[in-house]
Nanobody, 123 residues
Framework: QVQLVESGGGLVQVGGSLRLSCAAS????????MAWFRQALGKEREFVAT????????NYADSVKGRFTISRDNANTTVDLQMNSLKPEDTAVYYC????????????????WGQGTQVTVSS
């Protein structure tokens, strides 16, 4: 059983930056593909970014490509999401997820989820 706890959300102005962090415990972290998803009010949860077990490969949603960067630290069992050039449409609750697959993008591919952290981008 893996437990995931997100942190780093908050209120930021358009064009600003935030760094989200997800701390994992209770499992063998390096065996899991990790991902970030987000869910805006009234919308379905959507894929944002994913990173492979080693951290060597990542995949991004088109809407965040070039602005967001996912990274992981297997020694400290954390996965981060650096978000730059934020837009109002990035406003959402951001969730960290862990799963056994490789660079998966569907919510059903992930077995473990954090409680989420709110990101609000104001204009």
């Amino acid at each position: 059983q893996v437990q995931l706890v997100e942190s780093g959300g908050g209120l930021v102005q358009v064009g600003g930056s935030l760094r989200l962090s997800c701390a994992a415990s209770g499992g063998t972290f390096r065996q899991y593909g990790m991902a970030w998803f987000r869910q805006a009010l009234g919308k379905e949860r959507e894929f944002v970014a994913t990173i492979s077990w080693s951290g060597a490969t990542a995949n991004y949603a088109d809407s965040v490509k070039g602005r967001f960067t996912i990274s992981r630290d297997n020694a400290n069992t954390t996965v981060d999401l650096q978000m730059n050039s934020l837009k109002p449409e990035d406003t959402a609750v951001y969730y960290c997820a862990a799963g056994a697959g490789y660079l998966r993008v569907r919510t059903s591919d992930y077995d473990y989820w954090g409680q989420g952290t709110q990101v609000t981008v104001s204009s």
